[in-house]
């Protein structure tokens, strides 16, 4: 029995690590060298600073790495940065358009804004709201998910569930030309077939009318992909009770793809509730209150922010901000509305 | 109810490829009859053109007869939906409505048919689990998602599923082959209690489940790939792993399979 216990011999699978400080390390020295540099010259302004900052802690920590952890752990830690940096990079738009936005448009968040309307008001006066604004898009938008929606459900299941041959390949071909359609072009068809040639006249039905054709191969392409992802297990599993082919889609298909076809549906929405240039074109915008999307000219909030920024006066220009403001809102609130619908859904189904 | 089955000459295509060439057999009436053979002989095919789900797959199609009693399911004006009616299914993997829970599931086939009535539901919902041997482990959570039990629990709801509707013959295409033993051990024990009632096909992998399960056994096999599966030998289960006639089946069912 030997009485020496000697140190297990270090194990073959452990490799040579960077200790934990040292990111934090390498960030404190690349802040350093990038603030002498700003002293210096050339990282004279907030940008530079942040870019030599950046720089600096790449090269230094890939380097550092390669020395000590070798290649492979050193490209595990740039390509780990550099995921991160485009994450910042892709979210900074996004947070400083939000931050602006509140920030410009809490100065007209009052009741009035959403009580009364542009009627009688100049563009030099003060007051006034987006009332009408607020009702014409909520009606336009409502009327184009009601026809594209179900439209556009039904194209899906149609090249889901029966689709084959050469019919189903060129309606998925016009689906996806449909989604490359310039916003303008459509609202260029619905004034040219429907007021022009029509002869009716302007309107938020006309503009409801070009917003659901925007909308129709946004609901068509994400509704189809959710019901592709239903298994075909869950299809034969239901033709084997005895269950006939519509009802299959109807009663198993559908549901099971529900919260997505949710999801494809609000994506939809927020699309269309922003578009300016058709609903510009046939709904001709008013300053008045008119709840009648069927007859006479209806505003909309996108109509609305466009016009109101067009005029060289700050009262107009921060109703601008809080219309652009509300019209986020409004996106943001149904967003939730159908996060909460499908959440509700799932919690039923207990997953 | 349960009635027997007479296949005439069935050959299976998918497309132009035959799957299944000339099967000719019988399924007796109450009893179980299991088709075993390599992957890719065509066993599942054709179990699956027993109630008309091969046609399912775009392209597939069938020549010759299979006869329920009297009548050809794939004669002239058979509505396939009604033959599935009478002739339920069971997949190789648990296939549970995730939409649905426990109840739900193993109704499902008569609410989608119809069936409205709450305590008929209730009822039959019950009847089936007992009959599913999975009354007792699932009757304080009928109202949870079918997909949040065990691999072994789903395929017995999925039975109880099948035979909610009452059919008169059970289909069963690799019922166990995503259990575990012991899950298989009550699924097979499930087997020998509905072989009373109903005439049930099963097709399975596994030789000694087939011994253990089986009246009579089917030897399903290739010549090669690209070859139409063939249905090479038909008897009793006995005979077959015991003293088969074809030298393929002994070699199959031995082990000198090559």
């Known amino acids: 029995m030997s009485t020496a216990t000697a140190l297990p011999p270090p194990s073959t699978l452990v490799g040579r690590k960077l200790p934990r400080w040292t990111p934090a390390a390498l960030v404190a020295g690349a802040l350093a060298i990038a603030g002498v540099l700003a002293v210096l010259g050339p990282a004279d302004s907030i940008e530079g600073f942040v870019l030599w900052t950046g720089s600096l802690f790449l090269i230094g920590q890939t380097v550092a790495s390669f020395a000590v952890e070798g290649g492979r752990h050193a490209r595990d830690r740039l390509v780990t940065s550099l995921i991160y940096t485009s994450f910042v990079i892709t979210v900074i738009p996004l947070v400083s358009v939000l931050i602006l936005t509140i920030k410009n448009g809490m100065a007209r968040f009052d009741s009035s804004f959403f009580s009364s309307s542009l009627r009688n008001i100049a563009a030099t006066n003060a007051g006034g709201g987006a009332y009408h604004a607020l009702v014409g898009t909520i009606e336009q938008v409502l009327i184009a998910t009601a026809f594209a929606v179900p439209v556009g459900i039904f194209v899906a299941i149609y090249l889901v569930e029966f689709g084959t041959g050469r019919f189903a390949r060129t309606v998925s071909t016009f689906v996806d030309v449909m989604t490359g359609l310039p916003s303008i072009v459509a609202g260029l068809f619905i004034l040219s077939f429907w007021i022009l040639a029509l002869g009716q006249g302007y309107s938020g039905f006309a503009g409801a009318l070009a917003l659901a054709i925007l909308m129709l191969p946004i609901v068509v392409r994400s509704t189809e992909e959710m019901l592709r992802l239903v298994p075909d297990a869950l299809r034969e599993a239901s033709y084997a009770l005895g269950v006939p082919r519509w009802k299959t889609i109807v009663r198993i298909v559908i549901p099971t793809a529900l919260p997505g076809i949710v999801t494809g549906v609000m994506l939809g929405v927020a699309r269309v509730a922003g578009e300016t240039a058709p609903v510009l074109l046939v709904t001709f915008g008013t300053n008045s209150i008119n709840t009648d999307p069927f007859s006479g000219p209806q505003s909309s909030l996108p109509l609305f922010v466009y016009q109101q920024a067009g005029l060289p006066n700050q009262v107009a220009i921060d109703r601008a901000w809080t219309g652009a403001l509300t019209l986020i809102l409004f996106v943001m609130l149904l967003n939730l509305a159908a996060r909460l619908v499908t959440y509700f859904w799932r919690a039923r189904m207990g997953r | ?258």
């Open chain 2, 1 to 258: 109810m349960a009635k027997r089955i007479e296949i005439e000459s069935l050959s299976c295509f998918y497309g132009n490829f035959k799957a299944v060439e000339d099967v000719t057999l019988s399924v007796e009436p109450k009893s179980v009859t299991a088709f075993i053979g390599p992957s890719g002989c065509g066993k599942s095919t054709v179990l699956r053109a027993l109630n008309r789900m091969h046609e399912v797959t775009p392209g597939a199609h069938v020549t010759g007869r299979v006869l329920l009693d009297q009548d050809d399911i794939y004669g002239p004006g058979v509505d396939p939906v009604q033959v599935r009616r009478t002739i339920g299914m069971v997949f190789q993997r648990p296939n549970p409505f995730p939409t649905m829970s426990v109840l739900d599931n193993v109704v499902a086939g008569l609410r989608l048919n119809g069936m409205k009535k709450k305590s008929t539901l209730a009822e039959v919902a019950e009847r089936s689990l007992r009959g599913a041997g999975l009354w007792d482990e699932v009757k304080d959570r009928l109202h949870r998602p079918g997909a949040g039990l065990s691999g072994g629990q789903q395929q017995r709801v999925c039975i109880a599923r099948a035979i909610a509707v009452q059919p008169q013959v059970l289909l069963m295409d690799e019922p166990c082959s995503a259990l575990d033993p012991i899950s298989t051990l009550a699924i097979e024990d499930l087997i020998a209690q509905l072989r009373d009632q109903y005439t049930i096909v099963i097709v399975t992998h596994n030789m000694q489940q087939a011994s253990r399960v089986s009246e009579r056994t089917g030897f399903f096999n290739i010549s090669g790939v690209g070859q139409p599966g063939k249905l090479i030998e038909m008897d009793s289960t006995h005979k077959i792993f015991s003293n088969p006639t074809e030298k393929r089946t002994e070699d199959y069912v031995t082990g000198r399979f090559g």
